[in-house]
Every structure is written in C-alpha cells, then in structure tokens.
C-alpha cells in the first residue's frame, strides 16, 4: 500500500464479534470501531449485551479496549489496539424514560440513532410513509443527548426527522453509515438537502459498504465508490465525510431478521431486501472484513485524493468529531 | 470551634435527601459522604434511584458532586461542595448476575454490602442464627469487586462471614458504619478478633452515631463515644479508623420499616427497635444533623487526640481509604 492512514476509524459495524474479528480489526490497522450493541433491546437486554463487551473486554485486552472519549481512542492507537465505542441504532434502550439517557451514557453509550426504519418515540424511521418530525419526548432526549455528549445518529431515520434533529440539536449530529441519494436513491440514503444541512451544522456522514446501499449492491466497484466520495466531498466539503462500513460480518440469515422485525411484526419485513433475498447480501469483493480498509484507502488514492484528505476521510474527520461530541462540553 | 479537620468525610448516611440536607452538608463543612442508595432495590430499582440522584446532581450543582474518585473528592472540597459517593447496604442490585457488578460500578456504586441483616447470596447477615460463611457466588463476587474497585461493606454481616470477607479479599475491606462490641454488645457492632482482622488487612471501620449502636442508645454522651474512639484507637491503631454516622435524617417510619421488611416477611421485623419502638430512635442531642460534625471533633479533642488524630478520624483515613480503593489498581 502507498500510504498508510493516521488512523483508521470506522463510524458504524454490527458483526459477529470475535477474537478472530479482533484480530481482523488490527491487522487492519482499525484504530477505532463504533458497535451496534442494541436495535430493539429494551434497557436490561442493553445491559446484558454491555455486560457480553465487558467480559470480551477483559479476555481480549490484548487487541482491543472500551473507549469512552476522543483521548481513549488516542490510546488504543499508541497501544496498537482497537478502541470499541458503544451505539444504539434505535432508542429502544432508553424506553419510556428521559433519566436513563445518562445511565446508558454513564455506560459508555456514545450514539443512539433516534429511530431505527419505524416510528419510534421520538422520531420517524426512513420506511415510514409519513414523517411527522420530532416527537414531544424526542426534543426532550435531544436536550438531554446535548447536554452529556450523546450523539445523536440519524441513519436509518427519514427526512424531515432529520432535518429536525440537526435543527433541533445544539450539537453537530452524525449519519453513522449511509450513502448520497445522488448516488443511489435507497430509502436508507440521504438527499442533497440532508447532506447540506448535516455539513452546515458541523456533522458528518460516514459512508457505507452495506451492499444494499451502494449503486450496483454487491457488484459496486471501488473506484464507482470511490468518485461518489469524491463528488460527496466537492458538494459538502472533505471535512465532513467518513467511513461507516456496516460491516455485518459472520451472522446467519436470523440476526437479519432480527434486525428488521425486531418484536413489531407479525408479517415478514424484508427491510432492503426482499422476498427473493430475504437474507445478508454478499459482500463486495474489495471489502470483506476489517482487513481490507487499505483497498478503500487506495481507492481513495487513485480517484486523486491526496494523502491529507485521505487520512480525514479514513479517521481523522471521526477522531474531531469525537473530540467534539463525546462529553459535556465538548474536548 | 478549635479546630477544624482538613477534611470531614461520613462513612455513611441515608437521609431523605434534598436542599435542606445539601445546605447544611455545606454549613458542616462536610467534604464527603458515602450514601445509601438501595437497601433491597433490584437492578432496575437502583438505576432509578441513581437516576434520582443524577437529578439532583443537576438541581444542586452548586452545592454537591457525584463522586467516583478519590480525586473527585478533593476537587469537591477545592469547589466548597459535597462529594457523593453511591453505595449499596445489601447486595440485592446485582441480583444474581456477577456481570452486573462491572455495570454498577460504571454506574458510580463503590461500596456494597455482601449482606444486610439476612442471609443473602453471598454472605450471612448479623441477624441470622448461623453463618456458613461466604457463599460460592460470594467468593466470585468479591474477586469481581476487587477487580474493579468496589468496596467490600461488612456493616451487617455477621462474624464469621466478616472474617471470611477479610480473608477472602484481596484489597481492605470497610466496615462503613458499626461501632465495637466491647463498648456497647449490639448485634450489630463488631467483635475485637473482627476489628483486629480489618485493621490488620488494612481496613476501615466509620463509627455509627445510629442511637441503637451507642451505648445508652439515645442518652450516649459525646464524652462516652469519643472515650470509646481512643480506646478503639488504642487497640487497633488511630489510622483505622473514621465516622460512619449512618445518619437517618427526615424519613418517616415507614422508611425503617422497609429497610427491616423489604419484600422478604410477613411478619414485621423490628431490627434494632422493638415492638414498643416500632420507629426511628431519636438522635443524640450532640449530633442530629449535618452541622454537628463541629462537636465530635471537639469531643475527639477533648478526650485528649490530638489535631493530627482528629484530621484522621474526620477525614483523612477515609480519604487515604478510597484512593487505595476506588480504582481496579489503587491510586
């Protein structure tokens, strides 16, 4: 490889963890992996999938490390670990109750997208078919998610939610891992206008290697990946595009269906696939794992990037981020 | 006053905490108290009442902080505030899930009883007929506690599950608010071969200002206790030493009576009290509330400490305690 980013920061992952993934993660060079720890998990199943990390913590402290804060990824560089960040992808975990934001803070929680694909309490997900916007109690976590350094992740949220939410919010938001609609009109992917008022506010995208969100799925090319960033960067600005892979790496067809169906159907949701593909779509061959994070750093390369802007897009645009975002008042 | 220690730190209270209790905490002078937060509350229970604590964290913010440090409670006395400090009497918050101790502690608890009265699962209460010990759940509890740095509490354990506790730990275990049998022979007080132990394995015991561990129970004079003191420092060495006043200040009887009842009788147990005196005892005229740390200090003087021992009983051994403690590796 031609140039080795500063660090590597991959703004979204929900795989079958392992000490093989681990190991994945540092050959690598992963600096730092925000985890999806609950999609429809209620706030005692969160802990109990908190407590799973916990122990993965201490039998694998060898290769990586619970991160809390911008400064705790820094460390997990210098010790050649990769730092864990916990995130939800639906705000499930906090129930009914505004006061466990801060527990679930205190916990390590540093994303929590407001609504995952449904309505939830506090915001319409992106396959709702209308949008109402912020809810009551949603203005209300947006608060209180502001006032600790929670950061608010709209991915799977739908437009006027969104919009709401980098309105509402006194703090710069996150799309943990999605892609322009430019690109790919996914239900899942973001409009220009979304793009735009993310980036205005101080947020940022981080783009996704999920099939399904990528022009051709599974037969997406890195270098079509690759011009799409570049035209991402020209429209909203290098400073406010990542990497937030989706990585989904080693589950069978039934966590997919979890994913999607969670405890709220009876009938079958196939969510981006359908009936013919009910399950996880096969990787594009040039990212499989978290050992092929140098194949987007050369794709980067070669669609005429340079190397300052690359290492932004590959870590340090996330590690600013976090500085930012990850406590009460920022730093 | 003659004197005024460096700092006053209470091996416990559970009050019915609010301003008032805060402001007068502020007019005492008190640094640090270490606070009840569950008696027989589960998981779920105690996360609310942490998160009624994160309230007024908030509300009071001028006037106390949540401490989970050592170092947290000098910058409260630094701030002219009040570190809070979480603890648990029984071990009911963890349930039966050793996970849940990492989750607690992240949560800021740093004390828990093994046992509160009864028999638990990992220790016997001091109200039990027999004690077999520390339980096989226990032995695994007390190797996670002393992983993280949450401290063993053995106030209302009984003898030979205190003494397995000493030996089983690896760290100083606490005896956050008792007093010695040899002044006053409550159920709850603690035997010389039981103070010898802790002291020896460099534990703590907070001397109780609860009337019912007091010898003369109610009528106990200031001079009594602090002859008591020096007698306790004699025996076991003034560096082991500190108030636990166990403070019960502003509840009602139906308080007590669910810290005796909890969930778990039919009967109604009296504890300490007596069908004839069913509730609360009435406190010492020399020590009712947060403003009256001002007479034991003098008491300790007058029976002839001098102010280096004072700042040591008030304070700084419990200090010098929790940075030992509060941390997986000490410091």
């Known amino acids: 490889m031609t140039h080795n980013p500063i660090y590597i920061i991959d703004g979204l992952q929900y795989c079958r963890w392992d000490r093989g993934v681990f190991e994945q993660m540092r050959e690598g060079r992963v600096t730092a992996v925000h985890v999806t720890i609950a999609y429809w998990e209620n706030f005692r199943e969160t ?89 009551r109690f949603g203005k209300q976590a947006i608060r209180e998610m502001n006032r600790l350094g929670l950061v608010i992740d709209m991915s799977h949220s739908a437009e006027r939610s969104t919009l709401d939410a980098i309105d509402l919010s006194e703090r710069p938001i996150a799309i943990t891992h999605a892609n322009p609609s430019f690109w790919e009109p996914a239900l899942r992917n973001k409009s220009d206008r979304v793009l735009k008022a993310l980036a205005e506010s101080g947020g940022i995208i981080g783009f996704s290697l999920y099939p399904f969100h990528l022009k051709g799925n599974s037969d997406c090319t890195l270098e079509d990946f690759c011009t799409m960033a570049a035209r991402a960067a020209e429209e909203i600005g290098v400073d406010h595009i990542g990497i937030g892979s989706d990585l989904c790496q080693g589950h069978d067809d039934s966590v997919v269906a979890w994913m999607r169906n969670g405890r709220w159907t009876r009938d079958t949701d196939f969510g981006e696939g359908s009936k013919s593909k009910p399950g996880w779509p096969d990787p594009v061959p040039w990212f499989k794992d978290n050992r092929d994070f140098g194949n987007v750093t050369q794709g980067l390369l070669d669609v ?28």
């Not at 490390?65 to 499930?92: E, M, P, W, Y």
């Not at 803070?105 to 949008?131: H, K, P, V």
């Not at 930012?324 to 008042?329: L, N, R």
Request: glycine share 8%; aromatic share 12%.
């Open 47 to 135: 802990v109990a999938n908190m407590q799973t990390w916990n122990r993965m913590f201490e039998d694998h402290s060898d290769l990586i490390l619970h991160a809390r804060s911008a400064g705790d990824v820094r460390d997990a560089a210098a010790q050649d670990k990769t730092a864990i960040i916990f995130g939800f992808q639906n705000c499930s975990p906090m129930e009914d109750d505004l006061g466990l934001i801060e527990v679930l803070y205190d916990l390590g929680a540093r994303f929590m997208q407001l609504s995952y694909n449904n309505q939830s309490l506090l915001a319409t997900g992106c396959y709702e078919a209308d949008d109402p916007g912020i809810t």
């Open 304 to 331: 005429g990037f340079d190397t300052e802007d690359v290492d932004k897009i590959m870590g340090l645009n996330w590690l600013h981020f976090f500085e930012e975002s990850f406590s009460a008042h920022g730093g």
